[in-house]
């Protein structure tokens, strides 16, 4: 996929399930599950283990309609690595300009974290095609990001952190661009006793509150 396709991706599915496993099983097992519930985006986060293994590994298996992202990249050569494992976006916690210039050089979508309204700009001005507001639900969730759309209605938010299926569609509402969710769509429990069905159904679930509330944003005709 081209940058531009990968972004549209992103934003048309609106979910980015984030999986953060104790093991590599789990997390192919995890992106197998949350593709099978009609999310065909996947970010592995660099703190499972043998993360850039398990990238490069769903690069060459995943098939064609899997979307693969690395998360928690702190540096360039981390991003590095991920990109030549097969990474197709790169989604960090934080701001690195050096990482971001990397990545945007590729032509890969870079998806760089902000939190106050001058780490959003800094980071959207540096090349983030994404602006992961973390972490979000600490500091108001929808509220937070219908604060920022005010200013910056330009630039595409994806909140992180705190985002949950009571919230979700209040966050699209709220102008969120797409959503980046971890325990509370691959839940670590379901995660340790192998239950790959509830994370598939929590997958359907969330899209369900999505589709819904992106409906309601839609003016009448």
Not at 109 to 131: F, N, Q
Not at 200 to 221: I, N, Y
């Amino acid at each position: 996929m081209t940058e531009d396709q990968v972004l549209e991706r992103i934003r048309e599915i609106g979910i980015v399930p984030v999986v953060r496993a104790l093991t590599p099983q789990q997390a192919l097992g995890a992106a197998e599950a949350v593709s099978a519930g009609g999310i065909p985006i996947v970010e592995i986060t660099m703190t499972v283990p043998g993360a850039v293994q398990v990238i490069a590994q769903l690069a060459r298996e995943g098939g064609k309609d899997l979307l693969i992202g690395a998360g928690t990249v702190l540096d360039k050569q981390a991003a590095r690595q991920c990109l030549d494992a097969g990474a197709q976006f790169i989604v960090s916690p934080g701001f690195d300009g050096e990482t971001v210039e990397l990545v945007r050089r590729a032509g890969i979508v870079m998806m760089a974290a902000g939190l106050t309204p001058t780490e959003v700009i800094t980071a959207w001005k540096a090349g983030s095609a994404l602006v992961k507001v973390f972490p979000c639900g600490l500091v108001g969730g929808p509220k937070y990001i219908r604060a920022l759309r005010g200013p910056l209605p330009q630039i595409p938010l994806v909140p992180t952190g705190g985002v949950n299926l009571e919230n979700a569609g209040e966050f699209i509402r709220a102008g969120a661009a797409a959503l980046g969710v971890g325990g509370e769509l691959v839940a670590p429990d379901a995660l340790r006793v192998g239950d790959y069905q509830l994370i598939a159904q929590s997958a359907r679930e969330f899209l369900a509150r999505v589709e819904d509330a992106r409906a309601q944003k839609q003016p009448a005709h």
